[in-house]
């Protein structure tokens, strides 16, 4: 059964897409997804239609390193309530585990999970299996961007990672990674992934919100 989602990081890719001068119709081309139906509060749409669409913007720009741009460019705003939600949250652990649940349901069916934690040091672990080929590597370059924009959002300092990860070879823009990423890159690795320094799971995030931390995640659920 393939999953229905959110439409709402699609609505992020339509701006970032018509401020580098393509519009709705060609982004959205082949996907099945209408304007008028993305102004429907109820519109809910799956997996294959998000990767259409990736598919569009890769082929419309002709810049492999779309994921990571994109990536860079995201702000807490772009996740609607799940954003308010994390930023609600007494710690970054909090905010982390909030992400790794629910962050399929604004976007692609990309699965996230903690991996080991070393003192202040911890890692996120990425699975793409519903992806594959430029889709997939895509996807992997946003959420590794996006871990470092939120992170530094949501703890208000800067987000240092200490090595990322991809468990594919080398693309042909892999000189861009440097770019964006100042940390140690490797590729062929067994997993897709990032290790961070600081900050650590147990940051006190300035944002909490006690009363709506307290909702359970099953409301949250409801109201994504």
Not at 51 to 57: A, F, K, L, Y
Not at 71 to 99: C, D, P, Q, Y
Request: a neutral charge.
């Amino acid at each position: 059964m393939i999953p229905l989602l959110r439409p709402t990081k699609l609505r992020y890719y339509l701006t970032a897409m018509q401020a580098r001068g393509f519009g709705p119709a060609a982004v959205l081309a082949g996907s099945g997804v209408t304007q008028a139906r993305l102004r429907d509060a109820a519109f809910l749409m799956d997996s294959r239609q998000y990767e259409i669409v990736i598919s569009n913007m890769l082929r419309l720009t002709g810049n492999p390193a779309l994921g990571l741009e994109l990536g860079a460019s995201v702000k807490l705003t772009n996740f609607g309530i799940l954003a308010h939600a994390m930023m609600s949250a007494a710690t970054l652990r909090e905010a982390v585990a909030l992400w790794v649940r629910y962050y399929n349901l604004v976007g692609m069916t990309i699965q996230l999970r903690l991996g080991e934690e070393r003192g202040s040091r911890w890692t996120m672990l990425i699975d793409a299996q519903g992806t594959e080929g430029e889709v997939r590597r895509f996807c992997i370059e946003e959420i590794v961007m996006t871990a470092n924009r939120l992170g530094a959002a949501l703890c208000d300092q800067p987000y240092q990672p200490e090595r990322c990860f991809f468990d594919y070879p080398p693309p042909a823009h892999a000189a861009r990674y440097a770019d964006f990423l100042p940390c140690d890159i490797e590729f062929a690795a067994p997993q897709s992934g990032m290790t961070t320094r600081a900050p650590g799971l147990d940051t006190r995030l300035e944002g909490h919100d006690p009363e709506f931390n307290e909702w359970s995640p099953g409301t949250i659920l409801i109201l994504l």
